[in-house]
C-alpha cells in the first residue's frame, strides 16, 4: 500500500518545523520507502507496517504538542511493490509522449 499523509501539531506554537522534522524522522528510520515533499510525506509497505510508521509519527508530534492534526489517504493494491516510484514513471512517460 501507499500512504500519503500529513501530522501537524496544534497548540505548540506558529513554529511547527521542528515537530514535523521528527515525524519525518520516525519516518526515514523505518526504513520503508519514502518522500516528503511541502505538504505531505509518502510511504509505501505492507500495511501493518505502514500504519505503525504513521501511528510512531504521530506519537512523535504528540510528544511536544497537546494535539495532532493527522491526514491520511491510501491506495491498498495487494500484490504490488513499488508502486511510488512505477505511478511517477508512467506519468513522465505521458508526459515525454508530447
Known amino acids: 500500500m501507499i500512504v500519503a499523509f500529513s501530522v501537524t501539531p496544534l497548540g505548540a506554537g506558529v ?3 521542528p515537530a514535523v ?4 524522522r520516525v519516518v526515514r528510520a523505518s526504513g ?3 518522500r516528503t515533499d511541502a505538504m505531505f510525506t509518502t510511504l509505501e509497505g505492507e500495511w501493518d507496517e ?3 510508521v504513521v501511528k510512531d509519527a ?3 508530534i504528540l510528544a511536544v504538542a497537546p494535539r495532532c492534526s493527522l491526514v491520511l489517504k491510501a491506495d491498498i493494491r495487494p500484490g504490488v511493490t513499488d508502486a511510488m516510484t512505477a505511478k511517477v514513471e508512467s506519468v ?3 508526459l515525454a509522449e508530447n
Open 50 to 52: 505502514v500504519m505503525r
Open 32 to 34: 520503508l520507502p519514502n
Open 21 to 24: 522534522a521528527e515525524a519525518v
Open 15 to 17: 513554529d511547527v518545523g
Open 58 to 60: 504521530t506519537d512523535a
Open 92 to 94: 513522465e512517460r505521458y
